[in-house]
């Protein structure tokens, strides 16, 4: 029967693995052949993403399971089980154990996991460690919120450059290229008409075409019609 002090110190390790159960998230792996060199390099980059790793004994574990309401795992604590949590970056574990997994598929090999007190199988840890690192996504949000101010601010200089051309003036005619080529077109089919009425309605050639055949008749007439003869008194 073990002694006292040795169940004492199996009850805070219990304690010790309900704690990291309680993680924002964590994979357990099955890390059976694995080199002492390939397990150092694979601890020192989970140091360096604020991940803990450590080995831990299924027995023990399955009692700090059934404390977290996470006995859907029960079934891969057999054999080798190492566990990788981490509480500053939920991505982290599964991203870096999926790497040596990767490198080392005939003896490091994912089992399950857990993120946001949920259990997650092999084929999750795997789909999520395809996110991107958290600092990443931090930047790629950041970019996206920044997008329209970059894109306000070229335009801008952009006019500037061009001799102080109005801004907005740019901005409408990039956002809606089609409604401005329908305005100009239709102020230009709306002045065209009233020119061409003005310039056919001009003074000379209303003269030209009125006063002319006038003009001629008159003289025809006076021209074509013959003098009365003047009757001698003598012969009357």
Same mark, same amino acid.
């Given at each position: 029967m ?10 805070q390790?219990v304690i ?5 159960l309680k ?5 357990f792996?099955?890390?059976k052949g ?9 601890r020192?980059?989970?140091?360096d993403a604020?991940v803990?790793?450590?080995v831990?004994k299924n027995?023990?574990?399955k009692l700090?399971i059934?404390?977290v309401?996470f006995?859907?795992l029960d079934?891969i ?10 509480e ?6 599964a991203r ?5 997994a990767d ?6 090999e994912?089992?399950?996991?857990f ?5 997650l ?6 789909a999520?460690a395809?996110i991107?690192a958290?600092?990443i996504l931090q930047a ?9 101010i970059?894109t306000?601010?070229?335009v ?6 061009k ?8 901005v409408?005619v990039e956002?809606a290229?089609?409604?401005a080529?329908? %305005?100009?077109? #239709?102020e230009?089919?709306? @002045?065209a /008409?009233? &020119?061409? =009425?003005v310039e056919a309605?001009? %003074?000379a050639? #209303?003269d030209?075409?009125? @006063?002319? /055949?006038? &003009?001629? =008749?008159?003289?025809?007439?006076? %021209?074509?019609?013959?003098?009365a003869p003047?009757e001698? /008194?003598?012969?009357?």
């Open positions: 073990p002694s006292e002090k040795i169940l004492e110190e199996k009850k390790i010790d693995m309900t704690e990291k993680s924002k998230s964590g994979v792996v099955d890390y694995i080199k002492v060199t390939e397990d150092t390099a694979m020192v980059k989970m140091r604020s803990d790793y450590s831990v027995r023990l574990m700090a059934k404390n309401g006995e859907d079934s604590l057999v054999g080798t089980t190492s566990l990788a949590v981490s500053d970056d939920p991505i982290a574990p870096i154990v999926k790497e040596f490198k080392m598929p005939n003896y490091f994912i089992k399950a996991g993120m946001d007190g949920k259990v199988s092999a084929d999750e840890v795997k999520i395809s991107p958290l600092p790629q949000f950041l970019g996206t919120l920044l997008a329209p970059t306000l601010a070229v801008l200089k952009a006019a500037a450059e001799g102080g051309a109005p801004a907005d003036v740019e409408k956002k290229p089609a409604e080529v329908a %305005e100009a077109q #239709a230009a089919v709306a @002045e /008409p009233a &020119e061409t =009425a309605q001009g %003074e050639p #209303a030209e075409t009125s @006063e002319a /055949p006038v &003009e001629a =008749a008159a003289e025809t007439t006076i %021209e074509e019609t013959p003098e003047v001698d /008194p003598a012969q009357s």
